[in-house]
């Protein structure tokens, strides 16, 4: 019986929780114990077996144990560094988690069009797996038909207080918070955010540039907010179309991520800007190229890798568990000091 099947359970089922709670060990320890995964103590081993001879277990048993194998991660992005360095990083960090559990890893991605989606679902019941990871998915008409499957499911980077999943994403609030207290302390009033709403996340950033605005008793001014998609190349056409036609009337940026600050940063030292005594710039990411940017780009850290690594073992317990209480873990974000904001 698989993890997903709806017949009921027999009532001298051993759990894998039970096995965990009588050797005082993680779901996911004792999931790694029983498949025979490396990287576990002897001493552990000895304790999570005799737990489980102790409860009943049988190593005949095994099949029907919800032992996670074959997770596949479903999301609507390009997941290549060079493309989404951000998203590349949460699917390394998933990927370097599965082979420390033993799982195998697969993943597809839902491109425009309802054609592919309903591809995409239909592989998905000819070919099950264990359990699935959505990523960065915001089409709620696609999470239900995804739902539908009777998988476990866990979320990552999807916010959402409304979906009944686990759900793991960074601290969109208490980043974006970090990014506007830094330059307003820095003394700045004229504050140009570039963002895209069509991501829930993304709007939780914009939200608190509304929010740390108004704390701090500087205007909104609509002009101010620049709404592109926010990857370099299209960021940079919108700024240089901006640079070019408007006068400066702003002295720091907010960017929604790293990739639209790249882009700005290109179009404002195109026409003479110096990065920071002209303008200062933040970012929101931290990828590996932020620190390599002329100058550095000061930005905000998420642990990406962690926040993969993370939603991957709670997918193991949840598939050992299904009855656990969904959790809404938000990591905490950093501010990295670099060269790109100037105090006024």
Same mark, same amino acid.
């Given at each position: 019986?698989?993890?997903?099947?709806?017949?009921?359970?027999?009532?001298?089922? /051993?759990?894998?929780?039970? /096995?965990?709670?009588?050797?005082?060990?993680?779901i996911s320890t004792v999931s790694r114990v029983l498949s025979n995964v490396g990287g576990i103590s002897e001493s552990v081993?000895?304790? +999570?077996?005799?737990?489980?001879?102790?409860?009943?277990?049988?190593?005949?048993?095994?099949?029907?144990?919800? +032992?996670?194998? &074959? *997770?596949?991660?479903?999301t609507s992005l390009h997941l290549t560094p060079s493309?989404?360095?951000?998203?590349?990083?949460?699917? &390394?960090? *998933?990927e370097v988690a599965c082979s420390e559990e033993g799982v195998h890893l697969s993943y597809?991605?839902?491109?425009?069009?309802?054609?592919?989606?309903?591809?995409?679902?239909?592989?998905?019941?000819?070919?099950p797996v264990d359990g699935l990871l959505l990523l960065s998915l915001d089409d709620q008409a696609l999470i239900e038909k995804i739902r539908a499957l009777n998988l476990p499911m866990v979320m990552i980077n999807i916010d959402n207080r409304e979906v009944p999943e686990d759900t793991f994403l960074p601290d969109n609030y208490q980043g974006a918070l970090l990014a506007m207290h830094y330059l307003i302390d820095c003394g700045h009033r004229r504050i140009m955010h570039i963002t895209w709403p069509a991501r829930s996340t993304l709007r939780r950033r914009t939200e608190v540039y509304h929010v740390a605005l108004e704390k701090a008793g500087i205007p909104y001014d609509p002009r101010?907010? *620049?709404?592109?998609? /926010?990857?370099?190349?299209?960021?940079?056409? +919108?700024?240089?179309? $901006?640079?070019?036609?408007?006068?400066?009337?702003?002295?720091?940026?907010?960017?929604?991520?790293?990739?639209?600050?790249?882009?700005?940063?290109?179009?404002?030292?195109?026409?003479?800007?110096?990065?920071?005594?002209?303008?200062?710039? /933040?970012?929101?990411?931290?990828?590996?190229?932020?620190?390599?940017?002329?100058?550095?780009?000061?930005?905000? $850290?998420?642990?990406?890798?962690?926040?993969?690594?993370?939603a991957l073992r709670r997918l193991i317990d949840r598939a050992a568990a299904p009855n656990m209480t969904p959790i809404r873990v938000s990591l905490a974000c950093r501010l990295i000091e670099r060269q790109s904001v100037a105090s006024l």
């Open positions: 019986m698989t993890a997903y099947d709806s017949k009921p359970q027999t009532t001298n089922r /051993i759990y894998q929780r039970d /096995i965990a709670e009588r050797a005082g060990v993680s081993q000895r304790r +999570v077996l005799a737990a489980a001879a102790e409860l009943g277990y049988e190593s005949s048993d095994a099949k029907r144990t919800n +032992v996670l194998q &074959n *997770v596949s991660l479903l493309l989404d360095p951000f998203h590349a990083d949460v699917l &390394n960090g *998933v597809a991605t839902f491109n425009n069009g309802s054609s592919n989606a309903d591809m995409v679902l239909h592989r998905l019941r000819q070919n101010l907010v *620049v709404e592109t998609e /926010i990857n370099a190349e299209e960021t940079y056409k +919108v700024m240089t179309q $901006r640079l070019a036609q408007d006068e400066l009337d702003f002295t720091a940026v907010f960017c929604a991520n790293d990739l639209s600050a790249m882009g700005f940063l290109r179009a404002a030292q195109e026409i003479g800007l110096r990065i920071p005594q002209d303008v200062s710039v /933040i970012g929101f990411d931290d990828i590996a190229a932020a620190a390599f940017l002329s100058p550095p780009l000061t930005t905000i $850290r998420i642990e990406s890798g962690e926040l993969g690594a993370l």
